[in-house]
């Protein structure tokens, strides 16, 4: 499983023109899933955006993670991030995960991020969404589980 960290001042995500999250200071989370996926990467994955040490302490450096300085988590799916783009000109989905598996880990990852986090928002799987977000930084990162 993939996520694009993104530390941001503030994000949100839109579905046809609703507001269907945003949040405050925390980090915005773009999430791919790949066929070799399960519950166990998901899970992994939310371990890791909740302990990365990817915000400043007192002296500026980076060393407190998202549950540490009490941010927010927006949660966003982008099949596109497993996409394969190393031949042509045009990306391949084959080494993303079928939609069923993509929801229902997208899910379980939510789900996850719910039950150990107080502050967790999502998009929604499968629509087209409007993402704005204001990168703080800019710090963004690739994680993989």
């Not at 994000?11 to 507001?19: D, F, S, T």
């Not at 925390?26 to 519950?39: E, H, M, S, Y």
Request: proline residues 6%; contains cysteine; hydrophobic residues 45%.
């Amino acid at each position: 499983m993939i996520g694009l960290l993104q530390r941001v001042s503030e994000a949100r995500v839109q579905v046809a023109g609703e507001l269907i999250a945003a949040i405050g200071p925390g980090l915005l989370v773009l999430v791919g899933v790949r066929p070799t996926d399960n519950p166990e990467s998901a899970e992994r994955l939310v371990d890791k955006m909740l302990k990365y040490r990817i915000f400043a302490d007192d002296a500026g450096k980076m060393n407190l993670s998202l549950q540490q300085v009490g941010g927010e988590l927006l949660l966003v799916p982008q099949f596109t991030l497993a996409a394969d783009t190393r031949h042509g000109l045009r990306p391949g989905f084959s080494t993303a995960a079928p939609p069923a598996l993509g929801a229902r880990l997208f899910a379980h990852l939510v789900a996850c991020a719910r039950a150990q986090h107080p502050r967790v928002g999502s998009g929604v799987f499968g629509a087209h969404m409007q993402v704005s977000l204001t990168n703080d930084g800019p710090v963004t990162l690739w994680l993989e589980s």
